[in-house]
């Protein structure tokens, strides 16, 4: 093999970081990462940053650096154009690259399901910058609520993982900042959840769902299920069902679809949620030189959840399984996704977990500190891989012994920003 291949990863999220990792290993290849943002971000944390739980020093990692660390290069831009025959990419800074393989990792978007008026009015959380717009925005309202007496009217639509997740750590947030603390929060907050389903946190078991309801119901939340949204308005959510719930901070957690950028990529065969098709070996089911992982990809046969458990093992596979077979003349073998199960962590309140074998834990005591445990180690795990273990201890201590201050009282500066 004489001249290297060059492999061309769109999107720096889990699963196109994990491949590029894995290919920095390669002799063969020579990597180039794209992505619109200047630092990655692993994607589960982003409720935490935008209650403030933690901050974003230490959380967030600068592509510049890595492309150092693995030794791939670094574009920040977007896909403008592809042509699959002449294998060229168009980028929006003007930049135009030829590639020989190409990943496509662009991760998905918030998918608001078109009802009326939820574009317009609710915040989303998908990137950093959702998250640094939640904070500001929640911080300016506690503000205000303390200066009026009026407690704000919070609205989360959606109660999956990431619906009750924010919706403890924006609590979280108000028990942590001293001089609020518990006793304060029913008097600043006024808030509500929720779910189209029959209960929330629909993949874990029923227990886990009921416990959940209850946790956050401790918490001063009205938790609405079998709520279908009917209309966004302004400082208002219109439900099917005729009822009508004030909320002048409505926040939108109820689904993700593919990314945009997707309906580019016409050449290859899409599916009505505009995910890119592929096969058992992740590659497109129109190009074998295009693969597409994690959420902006589905597989023809057993789909994977859009999680990042998937989008990291699939990046691993590409970079460490299919490509290096593909390049020397081999098939790849077929991707098989090993689920090790998951984690649900309300704030320092309660957490759960689910094994493989769907069978549920925690919700007190040392169960729910392992299910903690568990859900700060993924975390940490990612981070040791990325920052090396020096880096990661100090940054585990530092959140241990010097939690972040949330900051809702104004008179502390804000959150690092990006």
Sequence with gaps: MSAKKHVVILGGGVGGLEAATQLSHNPHVKITLIDQNAVHIWKPVLHELASGTIGQKGNLFAFNELAKRFGFSFIQSTMDTIDTVTKTLNLENGQVLNYDLLIVALGACANDFGTPGAKENCLFLNTLADANTIHSRFRSLIERAQLTNKPVNMS????GATGVQLAAELCQAIDNTPGLGPSARSKLLKPTLIEAQDRLLPPFPEQVSAEAKAE????????????????VGCGYIALKDGRRID???PIWA?????????SLLKDLELSRSGQIMVNETLQTTKDPSIYAIGDCARMEVNPTAPTAQAARQEGRYVGR?????????????????????????LGDYNAWGMWPSKKGFGGHGLS??????????????????LSGIFRTVCAALAARF??????????????EKK
Excluded: W
């Design 247 to 249: 909320s002048d901070f």
């Design 156 to 159: 989360i639509v959606g109660g």
């Design 402 to 415: 010097r939690p972040n201050n949330p900051d809702l009282n104004g008179k502390q500066e804000q959150n």
């Design 368 to 385: 729910a500190q392992l299910a903690r445990f568990i859900h700060e180690g993924l975390f940490r795990q990612h981070q040791m891989g």
């Design 254 to 262: 109820a689904g993700v679809k593919a990314c945009a950028a997707t």
């Design 216 to 231: 956050l119901e401790k918490l001063g939340f009205d938790v609405i299920t079998n709520g279908m949204v009917s209309e």
């Design 321 to 345: 399984v299919a490509i290096p077979r593909q390049l020397s003349g081999k098939s790849p073998v077929p991707f098989v996704y090993t689920d090790r199960g998951s984690v649900v962590a």
